[in-house]
């Protein structure tokens, strides 16, 4: 049976969650900005009243501010924002059970087997866009599709434009809806891909569609495939729920306040992110055999970056182990240049319980002050006990503690 | 083979392009759990009765016994000889294999004398 499959996206949705908390808002342009003095100071949201003065997603606080000064500009907060993104989950529950959240504010709905309780699929989508409108004070606009990556592109191409925030791409407009467009609109086609495709000659979706899959295939392997079956409106992912079940690996990373130039400042947060990667394990009782580093460097035309990792004989949950090897991997590849983030991942997880006991580490006694700590974490908060290399100037763990995704929560 | 981004039924092709906060996640996964949480059905008396019947038998015959206890997320059972029964509490001990658990009658769902 043809499936029928929703993805319901939120409209400018930081910015919108904070209208609706405030009714003061309501006819203000709003926008929702990082802290300008920290890095994180760019645009993370407009409500379309201050996209209509132009200001634009992702740009610096400032530029926004020159075109619209009239703009109320908030701070973001994290946590409210992923409140309400649950909340919309169990509301679109009650439409089906089938609900896979995307992003913050994208989910996918998998409506085939509940559709009939509704009318058409456009009906059913309406009564979605009113339950949220009422019930969140959010506008949500649905792109409906056989599969998720139609219904993806029908929400981000054609229901974010329409007036009225829905649209069906199936098969019978495929060719005159999709394959029209420039290839920049194709799902997965980023500004270097493009590049390629309009070098070969590919300037529509529909002349990837209709290239020669054998030859995208030898030029990008199995991204090539994914290219050719997205721009044919091809997809057999299903609508899953427990696709945020199982973690394949638990990493941390932090931009830093200001570039960090010695290994004496680096080393302090490499061990605060090792900390909090190993608490993070134990809470979700893991053990990870992979230990990875990535840094970032100042310049994003010259990259001097790394990304490595190395893997251990047993695997750990503990802070100090993940720190000894992401340090040594450090010293190891850092060329000395600036550094302006880094991320510390801990991947190849098992379930804790089956853990290998290692032969010659005292795995009892860092078990049993690792619990304590955790405790101590639990009841008193994460800045409860902390390394006193943190107390350091270069230390982060009290501002990261007040921080969701890189920002306040 | 490993599963791709090909593989049907795979979703690996929206896993590696998402983008979820940890935080996120952590709910989500919460809530899940929390569906998947069972009510403690209601004991009626006179099964109440049956059981403590079934304890006291296997208790001074020391015969093994199969003791099902309520758990929210996954199903319990013991398996073991009661070694003391404190009506006090309302608790009776359980050995099995060395090892001694102490049962709350409340919790119990099920008894079957081995």
Known sequence: MEKVIFLVDMQSFYASVEKASNSALADKPVIVSGDPEQRSGIILAACPIAKQQGVKTAEPLWEAQIKCPDAVVVRPRMQLYIDVSYQITKLLEQFSDLVEPYSIDEQFLDITASQHLFGTSVQMAEKIQQAILEDMGTHARIGIGPNKVLAKMACDVYAKKNSKGIFQLDESNLESKLWQLPISKLFGVGSRMEKHLIHMGLHTIGNVANYPLRLLKKRWGINGEVLWRTANGIDYSPVTINTHQEQKAIGHHMTLPQDYYSWEDIKVVLLELSEEVARRARRQQYCGKRISIATKGVDFDLPTGFHRQQKIATATHFGMDIYRVAALLFQKFWDGSPVRGVGITLGQLERAETYQLSLFDQVEEKETLSKAIDRMYDKYGPTAIVRASSLMPSGQVHVRSKKIGGHYK | ?114
């Not at chain 2, 206890?69 to 009506?87: A, L, N, R």
């Open chain 2, 1 to 114: 083979m490993s599963p791709n981004k090909l593989t049907p039924d795979s979703n690996i092709m929206w896993e590696s392009s998402r983008m979820m906060l940890p935080e996120h996640k952590e709910v989500l996964r919460k809530h899940h759990q929390q569906q998947d949480k069972r009510e403690k059905p209601i004991i009626e008396e006179q099964q109440l009765a049956m059981f403590s019947v079934d304890i006291t038998f296997a208790y001074t015959q020391q015969l093994p016994i199969r003791i099902e206890t309520f758990d929210p997320y996954q199903e319990v059972c013991h398996i073991g000889k009661i070694k003391k029964i404190d009506s006090y509490q309302q608790k009776v001990q359980l050995t099995a294999n060395e090892e001694i658990y102490w049962i709350a009658i409340a919790d119990v769902l099920n008894v079957t004398v081995l």
